[in-house]
Each structure stands twice: as structure tokens, then as C-alpha cells.
């Protein structure tokens, strides 16, 4: 089996990473700073986001076989690349923590009633762990399996809530203090090319296939945008209440003896969503890990990823309350670096290699000329 | 075959499911069903008797039984707070409280003397209640109205939930479910209507079920209720009466009981309510006086919102396609008389005045109110937000822009 991934399957990484931590919490809690025009604020975010796949085709384009550590050594020295690696981990490690605490607790509220945290642990873990020892190629091969399935629940998450009352949602009312503030506060939720750039060794594109990964990573953000959109057009001012938006959508009808049984469709989308998510969230932790240790094994390095997982979650999440204000708190300093500072490297690196290429290219021509 | 079966079994990941298997297959075998640990209540009710809270769940207990009724029973408790009434009447019940399939929430009249969010918010927020289920209110005790309820499913067959359900399809109109009732109460103007079910001595129309109150022996919730929870009080008859009112709230606290009338004029300008009577009188045609009821079959409504010399100003043309119904008069039926379907210019204007005073009424109330349920601030902020802006910031805010507003209606009546 080759150790390479297609454009397809990147795409698919790329898809479930713009999925991640946008689809339960994000949407209610973004209301309470800028009411609807929460949507704009996402669109923005998305659209900086977006700027990031560019860099990343041009990176591979000047770097085809090269993994990023090594191009980041050799441009950046390698003490500040090991930095650098170390933040992808926090960001890595918080990220996989949020989706699995706001997940957790959605299926508390809608399954159990009450903890379950020894099931859940005792459930997450082993599959996580083994994904992560696999590698992305099996991560991305079983979720390309499930896509299909995922894509076709969300939709159809979507498409119940048009069944009931909805209505225009009341833009351009939010300050534009309080919304560019929001670009900042809420820029940890996205970042989300940034695990291709670790993999961009180990993705295979082949010439026209870019717009795979264009079509993919803006399925995906189009998929949260129609969310937020009929999210707010359904719950107005009581967004703020409903903190399982892709559930709270399907489920929740006004109309009287609405059928509630229908919540298992979003329970599966939803279970399946943030296993992917985690699972690559974990092996890009893991990634990250091994190239700041390279002496660690693989099996090693996974146990430390639970080790460290388990630590934080106990010693600093755990309440719901302390994870939305972590979203918003020091974590929007890591977003900051990962959503605009590494881009613009990588952006330098990638035009230094190309004015570099075409200028000893043009020397050889004049060479043999 | 076998190749593969080695595969598996030397696979890491086959004992770690083995292992899961022997812990968690035993405890699934062997744990008890859900429906032993957990109440499923169909129906909540919160009372506020002085300074206690008493809630009184309609649970339904899964049992063995020969007919294919479900079972069910009117447990309470009471407490200093919501929190407290629910965990004793849990204590009674001797399950978890599953509020997850409640489809009714009844308060009392009392407990909208104060703002009742900080009484729901528990509910929700916390104990699961859904937010689409229906809120109504009741003159009585919400657990009479639940017990009276059960009486009349057992009589009449008729459910709490329909008799709510066809209120809210036709009366209300508007949403009142909990949902309905939050959003109306975050909003800027804090106003939202919500239903309202009586209990009557029995002798009122409309009577639904009547039943002698000593039959509330069922309630499991009096022997657990600490002072006395069991109100029965003698041999008095009293009733479930659907008399199609709705109480409007302001702040989360009730500021004034719409009956049917009130609440079709405040309606007039939603499109979706139909079927009302309008009913004149003393109309001269043919040469007799007569009484004519029309009834509203169709409608179309057309908003706009302006402001005239800095003033806010509502027009609203209202186009009703309307039916004569009955005419009351020396032999007359409407059946052999079509002509008496035509709409003269007396008729029109009886017509007319009729609705503008009924409308004129309902926004006398709701100005009174400071509740804005018709939207207006939405209209004007969505039309013209510069000015509405500029307005409510000059004038004490969204929630008195509604006494500023004037209305002007244009009723245009025609056969349907």
C-alpha cells in the first residue's frame, strides 16, 4: 500500500477539518456577540481561512517531496521550527479536546442524562489511539468510506429544519467594533488547512486535481454557512439557548407533537463527524511530536497524546463553562499564529523558492544557450 | 480463511474489543430497563400556592394491563423552589423525572404574578422539559386542570393536547409553544402570548368534561405533599373548560387575559387566521332589520410602515373575503335568499366599524401594555431602520416605540 494520500482523500481531511467544532456550539455562542450577523463574521473568517489552500499548493508545488519540518528548518533554523511544532501540538491537543468535551456533552444531554465520562474514555481512546498508530492513509480511507454518509446527514439535518417556521434573520445590527473583535476572539475554531500542511509530504496531487481540494473545502464551508443561515432564521433571539445546532435543527420542531425520533440521524452524523475529527486531530498532535522527538516511537508518542489529553481535560476543561471560555481566551493567540502569522512564512518561503527556481532556471538556460 | 482469522486474532485491537465486550456486555444484560428508573411524564404543571411551588407531573408508568389504555397518574411535590418541588415529587414517584416526551406545561395564574422564566428557566435549562412544548396558563391550579384533564380523556376521550393543539391551529394562530414564548420574551419588547385553559363550576358552556372533584384519588402527589397537598374540597363540580382565551405577557408576567374576540382583532393582520365570526346588527334589507353573521374566509393583509413628519405610522390594508353565515331576522334564511349575500354600502361600513373598533381596542391594550406581539418594531426596523433607530434612541427604546406608532387601517370587505 503506498504511504501517500490522493487529492481526493486530502479533501476529504480538509472537509471534516472545516466541520470541526462549527456545527454544535459555535453558532449559539457566536449569537451572543454579534446576533446574526454571526454569518458574516464566518464568512470573513472563512474566507482568510480559504487564503490558506493557495499557499499550501504552492508550497507543494516548490517542495513536492519535502516534509514541512524539513522546509521549515531549512528556511526558519531548526530550534524555531521545533517551536513552531510545539505550538501545532497546544493547538492540536485543545482542539481535539473541544470537540470531544462539546460532543460529550451534547450526548449527555441527549443520551445518557448523566456522566458517562469512564464509557466515553474507555470508547475514544482505543479507536483514536489505534487510527493515530495507522497513519492518515487509513484515517482517510475509512472516512472516505463514510462520507457519503456523513454528507448525506448533514443535509438532511438541514433540510427538516425547513419544515418549520423560519424566518429572515435580522442582519446589520452588531457594532463594527464587536465584529472585527470577533475575527480575533473566535479565530482558534478555524486554522483548519493547517493538517495538510503537516501531510504535505504524504499527499499525492496530481496535475488538474487541485480543484478537488477547492471543491471539498468549500462543500464544507458552504455546509456551515446554510447551517448558521436556517440556524438563526429558526431560533431568532433564543439562539442563545440551543447549543447543538446541527441537532437542535433537525430535532426541535415548533409545530405541535413534532416527531422526535428523527434526532438518531443527527446523533450518527455527529458521532461520526467528531470521531474523523479527532482522529486526525490526534495524528497530526502525534505528527507533530515525532518531528520534535524524532527518537519516540509511534505507540510511544500516541500514549503521551492520551496521557496529555487526559491530564488536561481533567485539570482544565472538564466544566462546560471553562471550555467556551477557553475558546475565546489564550487560544485565540495560537489561532492567530496558525491562521494568519504561518501563512504568511510559508507564503515568503514558497516565493523565495519560486523567484529562486526561476532565477537558476534562467541562468541554466543561459548557460546551455 | 484461516490466514485471515490469524490476522485478526493477532490484532491488537480484537482483544481490546474482546475486553470491552466482557466488561460492558454483563452491566448492559443485566441493567434494568429505562422505563424502571425513569418517569415518562406527558404533561407538567407549576403552581405557586403562597410562597410554595408545587409541580404536578402526568406521568405515564409503563405497566401490564389487559385494556390498551396507558396508565397514567398525577404525581407531585412541593417546594420552596421549582428545583425542590420536582426533586420531591421524583422522590414520590421513585424514578428520574424524564421530561424529554412532556408535550404540555401549564402554570398557574399566581405564578404569573412574577416573572415565570426564572421558574422555567430550570425546566429547560436543566431538567430537560423541550421547548416546543405547548405553555398555557389556568385560572385554577395547573394540577386540577391536569387531573381534570385525565377525567376528561376517560370520558370524552378528548386529550389535553388537542383540545391545546386545535386552540393553537385555530385561535391563536400564532405559536405558543415554550419556544414561541422565549423568543417573544428575549426580544426587545418582552411581550408574547400564551394559552389559557380554565377550570369552571360546572354549568358554563362549552363544558369539554365535568367530573366530581372527590374522584381525584389517583394522586399519588397528596400523600407526598408536605402541608396538605391534596386539595380535595367536597363533592363541587368542576370542569375543563376550553374558552379559547390566551394571556398576554409582559416581562414573563402576565398583563392581561385576551378572550376570543380581543385575540382575533389582535389577529387581524395574520393572515393564517380564518373563520371567525363577525356578527352585526340591526341592518335594514328588504325591509326588515336583521342580524347578519359573516364569516372570514379569506385575507389578505398588506403592511407598510412610514414615518410622517418624524412620526412612526402604520398602514395596514386589510382585504377580508367574508360568507354569510346566518341571518337572523322575521324568517329569513340565508339559504333561500342569495341576495342577502350582497355587501351594500350599510353592511360595509357595519362591517368596517366593527373591525376598526375591535382593532382600535386591541391596540389601545397592547400600547397600554408596552407590548409589541404584532411586530411592528421588526416592520420598522426592517423598513426603515435609519429612522427607527434614530427614533427609539430619542424616545426611551424598542419597548415604548409602540405607543408613538400611529395605526391606520383600510378594511376593504367583499363575498367570498
Not at chain 2, 389504555?69 to 418541588?85: D, R
Not at chain 2, 376521550?157 to 400564532?174: D, S, W
Not at chain 2, 334589507?285 to 353573521?293: A, F, H, P, Y
Not at chain 2, 375591535?358 to 397592547?366: G, H, T, V
Amino acid at each position: 500500500m503506498t504511504k501517500y494520500i490522493s487529492a481526493r482523500q486530502a479533501g476529504i481531511i480538509a472537509f471534516l477539518c472545516i466541520l470541526a467544532n462549527k456545527f454544535l456550539l459555535l453558532p449559539s455562542y457566536m449569537f451572543k456577540d454579534n446576533k446574526s450577523d454571526s454569518i458574516f463574521v464566518m464568512i470573513l473568517l472563512f474566507a482568510l481561512d480559504f487564503a490558506m489552500l493557495p499557499i499550501l499548493l504552492k508550497l507543494k508545488k516548490e517542495f513536492p517531496e519535502e516534509k514541512l519540518f524539513d522546509i521549515l528548518s531549512k528556511k526558519i533554523t531548526k530550534p524555531v521550527t521545533i517551536l513552531f511544532y510545539m505550538i501545532f501540538g497546544v493547538y492540536f491537543l485543545f482542539k481535539t479536546l473541544i470537540i470531544v468535551d462539546v460532543v460529550y456533552v451534547y450526548l449527555k444531554q441527549q443520551v445518557y442524562q448523566e456522566d458517562f465520562l469512564a464509557i466515553a474514555i474507555m470508547s475514544i481512546i482505543p479507536v483514536v489511539s489505534h487510527a493515530a498508530v495507522k497513519g492518515i492513509k487509513t484515517i482517510s480511507r475509512t472516512a472516505e468510506f463514510f462520507l457519503l454518509l456523513v454528507i448525506i446527514g448533514f443535509v438532511t439535518c438541514l433540510g427538516f429544519s425547513l419544515f418549520t417556521t423560519l424566518n429572515m434573520p435580522v442582519l446589520f445590527t452588531t457594532p463594527a467594533k464587536v465584529f472585527f473583535s470577533s475575527i480575533y476572539k473566535y479565530t482558534f475554531s478555524f486554522g483548519d488547512f493547517l493538517v495538510l500542511y503537516l501531510i504535505i509530504d504524504k499527499i499525492k496531487i496530481k496535475k488538474g486535481e487541485e480543484k478537488k481540494l477547492y471543491k471539498f473545502s468549500l462543500s464544507a464551508m458552504v455546509l456551515i454557512l446554510s447551517l448558521f443561515v436556517l440556524y438563526y432564521a429558526k431560533y431568532e433571539v433564543t439562539s442563545f439557548m440551543h447549543n447543538d445546532a446541527l441537532s437542535d435543527i433537525l430535532v426541535f420542531s415548533v409545530r405541535f407533537n413534532a416527531i422526535g425520533r428523527l434526532d438518531i440521524i443527527s446523533m450518527l452524523t455527529i458521532m461520526f463527524i467528531a470521531l474523523f475529527e479527532v482522529e486526525i486531530f490526534c495524528f497530526a498532535f502525534c505528527d507533530c511530536v515525532e518531528n520534535v522527538f524524532p527518537l519516540l516511537s509511534k505507540p510511544f508518542i500516541v500514549a503521551i497524546f492520551d496521557i496529555s489529553s487526559l491530564l488536561c481535560y481533567f485539570i482544565l476543561i472538564q466544566k462546560y463553562e471553562r471550555i467556551v471560555s477557553l475558546f475565546s481566551s489564550w487560544l485565540s493567540y495560537v489561532g492567530i499564529f496558525i491562521n494568519y502569522v504561518f501563512p504568511i512564512i510559508c507564503l515568503t518561503i514558497a516565493l523565495i523558492a519560486y523567484f529562486s527556481r526561476k532565477k537558476y532556471e534562467k541562468l541554466v538556460d543561459g548557460g546551455e544557450k | 480463511m484461516k490466514g485471515k482469522l490469524k490476522k485478526i486474532y493477532k490484532n491488537p485491537m480484537f482483544f481490546i474489543f474482546i475486553i470491552i465486550l466482557i466488561f460492558y456486555a454483563p452491566l448492559a444484560i443485566y441493567s434494568p430497563g429505562e422505563s424502571r428508573n425513569r418517569g415518562v411524564v406527558t404533561a407538567v404543571g407549576i403552581d405557586k400556592l403562597g410562597d410554595e411551588y408545587e409541580i404536578s407531573l402526568l406521568t405515564f408508568i409503563p405497566t401490564i394491563n389487559q385494556s390498551f389504555e396507558e396508565q397514567k397518574s398525577i404525581i407531585s411535590g412541593k417546594g420552596e423552589s421549582v428545583a425542590q418541588a420536582v426533586y420531591r415529587a421524583q422522590i414520590a414517584m421513585g424514578r428520574k423525572v424524564g421530561l424529554f416526551h412532556a408535550k404540555t406545561t401549564i402554570v398557574n395564574e399566581e405564578l404569573l404574578q412574577e416573572d415565570v422564566t426564572q421558574h422555567l428557566d430550570y425546566l429547560s435549562r436543566v431538567a430537560s422539559l423541550p421547548e416546543n412544548t405547548v405553555f398555557v396558563a389556568t385560572n385554577k391550579t395547573a394540577k386540577e386542570l391536569l387531573s381534570l384533564s385525565q377525567i376528561s380523556k376517560s370520558n370524552t376521550g378528548l386529550k389535553l393536547e388537542q383540545i391545546v393543539g386545535f386552540n393553537a391551529e385555530n385561535l391563536y394562530v400564532t405559536d405558543t409553544s415554550l419556544e414561541a414564548f422565549y423568543e417573544g420574551y428575549y426580544s426587545d419588547v418582552k411581550s408574547s402570548i400564551i394559552g389559557y385553559l380554565c377550570v369552571e363550576e360546572e354549568g358554563s358552556s362549552n363544558v369539554f368534561a365535568s367530573v366530581e372533584k372527590a374522584s381525584m384519588s389517583e394522586d399519588r402527589g397528596s400523600d407526598m405533599s408536605q402541608e396538605g397537598g391534596g386539595q380535595q374540597s367536597g363533592k363541587k363540580k368542576e370542569s375543563l373548560i376550553n374558552c379559547g382565551k390566551s394571556i398576554l405577557l409582559k416581562d414573563g408576567k402576565m398583563a392581561e387575559i385576551l378572550d376570543v374576540d380581543m385575540l382575533n382583532a389582535v389577529n387581524l393582520l395574520n393572515t393564517k387566521s380564518l373563520n371567525q365570526i363577525i356578527r352585526i346588527k340591526d341592518v335594514e334589507k328588504n325591509g326588515q332589520i336583521l342580524n347578519l353573521d359573516y364569516k372570514v374566509l379569506d385575507k389578505q393583509v398588506i403592511k407598510t410602515s412610514k414615518f410622517e413628519n418624524g412620526y412612526p405610522v402604520f398602514v395596514a390594508k386589510v382585504n377580508l373575503g367574508i360568507n354569510l353565515v346566518e341571518v337572523e331576522g322575521a324568517k329569513e334564511d340565508v339559504k333561500f335568499n342569495t341576495e342577502l349575500s350582497d355587501i351594500n354600502k350599510e353592511i360595509e361600513n357595519k362591517l368596517n366599524n366593527q373591525i376598526k373598533g375591535n382593532f382600535s381596542k386591541a391596540i389601545d391594550m397592547l400600547k397600554k401594555n408596552n407590548a409589541d406581539v404584532l411586530e411592528i418594531n421588526r416592520e420598522f426596523f426592517t423598513n426603515n431602520r435609519g429612522e427607527y433607530l434614530n427614533f427609539i434612541h430619542a424616545n426611551g427604546g424598542a419597548e415604548n416605540f409602540l405607543r408613538h406608532v400611529t395605526f391606520k387601517l383600510i378594511v376593504s370587505v367583499e363575498p367570498d
